[in-house]
């Protein structure tokens, strides 16, 4: 399955695994990209788009406590 078929969720869950939202949200877009193309092997758009859902559900968990 391709990373544009997950939903958020399951992209946090899938390269953050049990981080703590709060920490994630204070990593910049760019270098959760970074992160992501180095560690997880993925593409520049790949990871970027990753990112974008990454930092929205983190925001979204943080938000909701």
């Known amino acids: ?6 939903s958020p969720r399951e992209i946090y869950d899938t390269y953050m695994g049990d981080q703590d939202p709060a ?11 970074t992160r992501l193309q180095v560690e997880e092997g993925l593409s520049q758009d790949d990871a970027y788009y990753a990112a974008d859902q990454i930092l929205a559900y983190a925001r979204d968990q943080v938000g909701a406590q």
């Open 1 to 6: 399955m391709g990373i544009y078929q997950l």
């Open 23 to 33: 920490q994630v949200i204070q990593e910049s877009r760019t270098d959760l990209a």
